[in-house]
């Protein structure tokens, strides 16, 4: 029996499975948290991701391993290879400016979409890099390589495993090879505002314009081409977190995801690329060769942890509380930009709630109303994304809870297909491993479908209460 090692190394934790190569089958699994906020200096990633190795029982008896990131943050490199300043991640909106200017500078959103796919907002490197070279010009200077968390947590492994076996103390220390080596795949290059995924190639014209100038980027490995095997382990390419879910999940043609985690995001899994010039649906690639239009917010999972904060409650009984208020909230309507919001694009909104009376002044009421308005933000992503989906597919840490299953149908409008409870971004990892060993054919898990009549009137108020934000 072959083993797989995959990895999540997202916004709040890093994950690692260890799965059998030709089932599937979940051996051990370990986890480790990240810190708070949205500037991270990215020792604490790999210090966690040791962390959750070990808990995970060690490598010794693993063939291959694969890591999956959060998506476009900014990990710059010195010409020795050390971190120049902490990584500016996906949910920082201090470079919203910066996209603003970039946006206008090659000719409107259209220009973007038409050259890399998307539409550059706050969360894109491409626009972190523009805010660098403004407001830190030593660092700029400084910075020899850029990369993405995913890329740079692979080229630690390299290093490591050149080091010897996994031993948690050698290991955190142990050098990385040179910067030549860095590589990242199509899926997470896609995400960071300078690489086309209709061209499958980088456009240095793009960072040169944002940057001043173009430094060392990774290599863009192939789907099944290996990032090395400095020890007795492959390393497989690794890719962007959404991308890895879809394979965890096992997206198909079809077949729409919504993930609750840090990020709401909803995606599809394409044979052709995307190009949205309203910026709403970003044009990513995916891990396989294919694509990956995708919705973000930034504004999931939390919510409902801050709902549970502010009626004092834990996140089972949010769930339960919710239920129990009526559908709508009896009108309390809650627009969840928490940390401002990426679709639709206001960095700096913050969030509001409409609706309150007496009667709606209730902890169950705040439950329903929190839950409510995550869900119509995303339900709003998949009506961006014009399509008749075949599956709505619901995963990610707030998929857990009882009333969004029961709710999201509701809000979306459609059945909702519930896979089980399951780490699916580490597991497309470990299943990205396995295709360098195997054709790996892991059954698929049984699904529960939760349905209930569509209630577009929440959705209705929901808009209302954002336009008055707005204005
Ligand atoms: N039963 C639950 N109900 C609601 N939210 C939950 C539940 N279990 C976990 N979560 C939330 O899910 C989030 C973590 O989800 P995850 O998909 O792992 O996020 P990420 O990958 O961005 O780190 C946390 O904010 C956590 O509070
Ligand atoms: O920015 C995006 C997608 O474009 C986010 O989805 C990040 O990739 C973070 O993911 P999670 O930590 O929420 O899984």
Redesign the pocket.
């Known amino acids: 029996m072959s083993l797989v090692a995959g990895v999540?190394s997202?916004?709040?934790?890093c994950?690692v499975v260890i799965r059998d190569a030709e089932t599937g089958a979940l051996v051990r699994e370990g986890r480790a948290a990240?810190p708070a906020g949205t500037e991270v200096h990215p020792s604490h990633w790999w210090t966690a991701l040791l962390q959750a190795i070990e808990g995970a029982g060690g490598l010794d008896d693993v063939a291959a391993i694969s890591v999956a990131g959060?998506q476009h943050g900014m990990v710059c490199l010195d010409e020795s290879g050390n971190v120049v300043r902490d990584a500016l991640l996906w949910n920082d909106t201090r470079s919203a400016q910066a996209a603003v200017d970039l946006t206008a500078e090659l000719g409107g959103p259209k220009a973007w979409a038409d050259a890399v796919g998307s539409v550059p907002v706050a969360s894109f490197t491409v626009t972190k890099l523009r805010w660098l070279a403004e407001h830190e010009p030593d660092n700029a200077r400084r910075t020899a390589a850029v990369c993405l968390p995913h890329d740079w947590l692979t080229w630690r492994l390299l290093g490591a495993l050149a080091s010897g076996p996994f031993d948690r103390a050698a290991w955190q220390d142990a050098p990385p090879p040179p910067l030549d080596r860095l590589t990242t795949d199509r899926g997470d290059a896609s995400g960071t505002g300078y690489w086309s995924p209709s061209t499958g190639a980088y456009r240095a014209d793009l960072l040169k314009a944002s940057f001043g100038r173009v430094p060392l980027l990774p290599r863009v490995l192939g789907p099944a081409e290996e990032a090395g095997a400095p020890g007795p382990m492959l390393v497989a390419p690794g890719t962007g977190?959404n991308m890895a879910a879809a394979l965890g999940v096992g997206a198909r043609s079809g077949d729409v995801v919504v993930?609750?985690?840090?990020?709401g995001t909803v995606f599809a899994v394409t044979e052709s690329p995307s190009a949205d010039p309203t910026g709403a649906v970003a044009g990513f690639a995916d891990a396989t060769g294919r694509f990956l239009p995708l919705v973000a917010t930034l504004n999931?999972?939390?919510v409902?942890?801050a709902a549970?904060r502010v009626a004092g409650v834990g996140?089972?009984q949010?769930?339960d509380l919710a239920l129990q208020a009526p559908a709508g909230a009896d009108g309390l309507t809650l627009v969840p930009y928490l940390e401002g919001e990426r679709t639709p694009n206001r960095p700096t909104a913050t969030g509001s709630i409409h609706g309150l009376t007496l009667a709606t002044a209730t902890p169950a009421h705040l439950a329903r109303a929190a839950i409510e308005g995550m869900l119509c933000g995303l339900a709003d992503g998949l009506d961006a994304m014009d399509m008749r989906p075949r599956r709505v597919l619901l995963?990610?840490?707030?998929?857990?809870?009882?009333?969004?299953r029961r709710i999201a149908p509701t809000i979306f409008g459609v059945p909702i297909t519930v896979p089980p409870?399951a780490?699916y971004?580490a597991n497309g990892a470990a299943h990205q491993a396995a295709t360098l060993l195997t054709a790996p054919a892991w059954e698929s898990e049984d699904t529960a479908i939760y349905d209930g009549r569509a209630l577009p009137d929440i959705r209705t108020r929901y808009a209302r209460a954002t336009a008055l934000i707005f204005d």
Do not use: F
């Open positions: 999540d997202s916004t709040q934790s994950k990240h959060q977190d993930s609750l985690g840090t990020s999931a999972a939390r409902m942890d549970a996140l089972d949010l769930s995963i990610g840490g707030a998929a857990r809870s009882e009333a969004v409870p780490e971004v």
